[in-house]
């Protein structure tokens, strides 16, 4: 079946730099991606919306300087997260609709991304 | 009018018990319902999903149950197991493909 890649599955850094965070659909085109927050014991909360080709819908509240994102391709979208800090932390997990969201599902969910700011 | 509400926060279901999560939305444009399983460190897994325009779903030992009048839908685990101890969202979509989750319930099932 459809499957989501992301990469790193777990990245810790020193507070400052920019960590980038990639999601992959391995077996379909997406023209558009999801990018979640999750903090622990809480539910995910969407930070954007990718497209492909053009810009990234962020929601309310998301700083789009700080999560930078990318679509280039119908099968990468990236998450960069600039200049991180401690309260940056986070699970971070992405996901693809495959274009069939009656027949199959409405989402695939990569496998997440921990960060952990030092 | 976007939100999800789900309850229990956390549940535990001895073994071989009937597990029952409940979720209520707003949106009456929501018109397609996914229930997701989520363990420690891993993404959300599409467990099972309902459309309005069916009042129960069966799929093995899950069970959604949608009420559309009462915008309220729940999620019935039969013959619980300890592999099926996670975390359980309940979500919503409706036309723009994007998910509205609940707040998620944590189930332990205990020997």
């Known amino acids: 079946g459809a499957v989501v890649s992301q990469h790193p599955s777990w990245v810790i850094c020193k507070s400052g730099t920019s960590v980038k965070i990639e999601c992959r659909s391995l077996d379909f085109q997406a023209t558009t991606m999801f990018w979640y927050r999750q903090f622990p014991k809480q539910s995910l909360m969407l930070m954007a919306t990718s497209n492909e080709g053009s810009k990234a819908t962020y929601e309310q509240g998301v700083e789009k300087d700080k999560f930078l994102i990318n679509h280039a391709s119908l099968t990468l979208s990236t998450l960069t997260v600039t200049s991180a800090h401690p309260e940056d932390s986070s699970f971070y997990i992405c996901?693809?609709?495959?274009?069939?969201?009656?027949?199959?599902?409405?989402?695939?969910f990569g496998d997440g991304t921990r960060l952990s700011i030092l | 009018q976007q939100q999800v509400k789900q309850s229990p926060q956390s549940l535990i279901v001895q073994k071989g018990g009937i597990s029952i999560i409940n979720c209520a939305y707003e949106?009456?444009?929501?018109?397609?319902f996914p229930w997701y399983q989520q363990f420690p460190g891993k993404g959300p897994a599409l467990l099972i999903a309902i459309r309005p325009d069916v009042s129960e779903k069966k799929e093995g030992r899950f069970t959604i149950s949608f009420n559309k009048s009462a915008k309220q839908f729940s999620l019935h685990i039969m013959d619980s197991q300890p592999g099926d101890s996670a975390t359980y969202f309940c979500a919503a979509t409706g036309g723009n493909e994007k998910l509205t989750f609940g707040t998620g319930t944590r189930l332990t099932i205990i020997p």
């Open positions: 949106n009456t444009a929501f018109d397609y």
């Open positions: 996901s693809a609709p495959p274009g069939d969201r009656y027949g199959n599902q409405p989402q695939h």
